[in-house]
């Protein structure tokens, strides 16, 4: 009796031609004849493919992006000026690193990618003309990622400090980056800023800012007071329903224009403004539908305890409704992030990484490399996104969406 | 007592000798907590409470029960505000419940509520359910919130589950969590709302013996429930609501023993088997 209980506690092994890598190919790939024919054309023809892909990568002038690789990362920000930016950079990192020592998966997995992206473009500088300088700081950098990892394991950075510390580093690397007139540290202005720093530089600026935009938004829209609610639910239709390069165009261009002479605003902030007024709506309509989520009942909970309106939100229907939308806010950010690549075609002298693309095509010594420097900035962004998307992925499983 | 602190009793405002409202009987003496008079309440047409006089004395265990759609729990609901009433008066502690925002805080800081569906907040732990209410209305330090939460699960029984999401705990847990929950506001009144009808079979004798136990310490509990079991032990009142107006009260012996009332008589003989 017990010994006959035991074997069905541990099973019976599987018969042996369901399991293992045979059966596998057997079932999913030659499981009948029409599967087996499929599958034999199919993969005739990825080969194909394949073979033509490797031999362009093979014989293409990939010259034009190392000997532009400068413009492609700075833009026209002076070379002489440009360790301004390896220095922010190293500030990230170190950031970064500290903080997916403390933080969770998705922390970590972006500062992973923030010292895999740096180690691959310093490898590429390695063979470009750029200076060892160059490729030896980003090098630096990817390995300060992992060096601050395991300082911070080791001796903790308390999240408060980190938190403070974060917020303390975006207006200094902006003060960086821009300089301080009258001091060493000279004015860049902001027409000089392109390439890949640009296009981080806006996704950034135009995630950080949009994001508590959106939710504001959101709430106003579901707001009691119908002054507000009216008011939040006419921005966003309106918003939504304009395309981004109009309100950029208008941004660059028109507003300019508009302004009387002696208010100048800077171009970037003019493109961040834009971008983020373009992507609260969006998010905004994310996060309502995380807020029709929350079911009557917290609210009652909320109020029975005697929280205010104001500690209800915040402590019981953002942190529910937030996680819930998740993964379509991360969509959105990605959408975002190859949004601003809109700020070359809506004019207004902003050259981020496609920009300087077309820029540096426009150079008749590069002129028949379209398809190479398109192929380098697609890789970028592909980077980027994959990225943002496999970070979203661990922050989703580390807040429990879905369980509740 | 252990729910609340010493000194709040002696704030309660003087209403001993004053009528509430001038010009009525002054049959409303200190040791009244909770007076509704006249409460009627709509849904669109519906007209769900018709007219409920009910007065609670401090300290006293109120079971209501009624047919499913009688308007006994939309009742219990506007003692704290979770529903507004449109005619009628009711008063809490000597407050007035009025559209008044502070009137409304100060009410429901007297009045703790348990809920059917238990209405944990799923992002946060047990203890941070518990200690939400303290740190952020009561302004509590997070220490001596948490030390009141760990004490308050220890009396309801599940300390090892403080540090465990809802998600994680058993029905029974849950609304053991939600009853510590209410009570960490140090309420002088408790309000259960069926909060034994969404539970295992199993596990509805843990609630219940926490809510036996908080009956015991004094608390002016009001409980929607049909556990009869518990309503004949604790209650020392039993109200019978029905079509949106109490119908019949007194104490168990009296409901059990010899109802009055038909419907009383009909309606328990079709819960007691």
Not at chain 2, 20 to 32: A, E, F, I, K, N
Not at chain 2, 77 to 95: A, M
Request: proline share 5%.
């Amino acid at each position: 009796m017990s010994a006959d209980v035991e074997l069905r506690a541990g099973g019976l092994p599987p018969p042996p031609d369901t399991v293992g890598p045979s059966a596998w190919l057997r079932q999913n790939l030659f499981g009948s004849w029409p599967s087996t024919i499929f599958t034999v054309v199919l993969g005739a023809l990825l080969a194909m493919l394949a073979a033509l892909v490797i031999q362009w990568v093979l014989n293409a002038r990939w010259g034009v992006v190392t000997d532009n690789l400068r413009l492609l990362l700075i833009g026209q920000y002076p070379f002489e000026e440009a360790w301004r930016v390896w220095l922010a950079l190293v500030l990230l990192s170190v950031l970064a690193g500290l903080a997916s020592a403390i933080g969770g998966g998705a922390i970590r997995t972006l500062a992973n990618w923030l010292a895999a992206g740096q180690a691959m473009l310093g490898l590429l500088a390695l063979g470009s003309g750029l200076g060892l300088h160059v490729a030896g700081a980003l090098l630096v950098n990817a390995t300060l990622v992992w060096l601050a990892f395991f300082v911070g394991l080791r001796w903790p950075v308390s999240r408060r400090h980190l938190t403070l510390a974060t917020l303390v580093y975006v207006p200094v690397a902006v003060v960086l980056l821009q300089g301080v007139g009258g001091t060493p540290l000279s004015v860049v202005p902001t027409r000089f800023w392109g390439g890949l720093l640009l296009t981080f530089l806006l996704a950034i600026a135009g995630i950080l800012l949009s994001f508590p935009f959106g939710v504001v938004l959101a709430l106003g829209r579901r707001s009691n007071l119908p002054a507000i609610r009216l008011m939040s639910t006419a921005y966003i239709e309106v918003v939504r329903g304009v395309p981004l390069v109009t309100i950029l165009f208008m941004a660059a261009i028109m507003l300019p224009l508009f302004l009387p002479g002696e208010v100048r605003i800077d171009a970037v902030v003019r493109a961040v403004g834009g971008i983020t007024l373009f992507s609260a709506a969006y998010v905004a309509e994310n996060v309502r539908g995380g807020l029709q989520a929350i079911p009557a009942g917290q609210l009652e909970a909320s109020d029975a305890i005697g929280l205010n309106a104001f500690q209800r939100n915040v402590y019981v229907v953002l942190p529910q409704a937030l996680r819930a939308v998740i993964p379509a806010n991360v969509g959105l950010f990605i959408s975002l992030l190859k949004d601003t690549t809109l700020v070359a075609i809506a004019g207004g002298g902003l050259l981020e990484l496609l920009g300087i693309g077309n820029a540096v095509l426009a150079n008749p010594q590069w002129a028949g490399a379209r398809l190479e420097i398109y192929a380098f900035i697609t890789v970028v962004f592909f980077v980027l996104c994959y990225a943002m998307s496999q970070a979203s992925y661990r922050l989703e499983a580390q807040m429990g969406v879905g369980k509740r | 007592m252990w729910a609340r602190d010493e000194g709040q009793v002696t704030d309660q405002p003087q209403v001993t000798d004053q009528p509430l409202v001038p010009g009525q009987t002054p049959d409303v003496t200190r040791s009244d907590i909770i007076v509704c008079r006249d409460v009627h309440k709509w849904f669109g047409q519906l007209h769900v409470l018709r007219g409920i006089d009910l007065t609670v004395k401090s300290g006293e265990v109120i079971v209501i029960f009624g047919p499913s759609g009688s308007g006994k729990s939309t009742f219990i609901r506007t003692i704290n505000r979770l529903e507004e009433h449109q005619r009628g008066d009711i008063f809490v502690d000597g407050i007035e419940l009025t559209s008044d925002i502070r009137n409304i805080a100060a009410i429901r800081s007297e009045i703790g509520m348990v809920f059917q569906s238990f209405n944990l907040f799923p992002h946060l732990t047990a203890l941070q359910n518990v200690t939400l209410g303290p740190i952020r209305v009561r302004r509590w330090p997070r220490a001596k919130a948490d030390q009141k939460a760990m004490e308050l699960l220890e009396r309801v029984g599940i300390p090892e589950q403080a540090h465990k999401h809802p998600a994680q705990l058993s029905g029974g847990q849950q609304q053991r969590v939600a009853i510590a929950r209410a009570l960490a506001m140090q309420p002088k009144i408790m309000l259960f709302d069926e909060p034994t009808s969404a539970l295992d079979p199993e596990m509805i004798n843990e609630v219940l013996e926490v809510m036996r136990e908080l009956a015991g310490s004094g608390m002016t509990m009001l409980c929607v429930s049909h556990e009869m079991g518990f309503a004949r032990a604790v209650a020392d009142r039993m109200v019978f609501i029905d079509e949106g107006v109490i119908v019949e009260q007194g104490p168990p012996s009296q409901i059990f023993g010899a109802p009055e009332q038909e419907r009383t008589k009909q309606f328990l003989s079709q819960i007691l088997h």
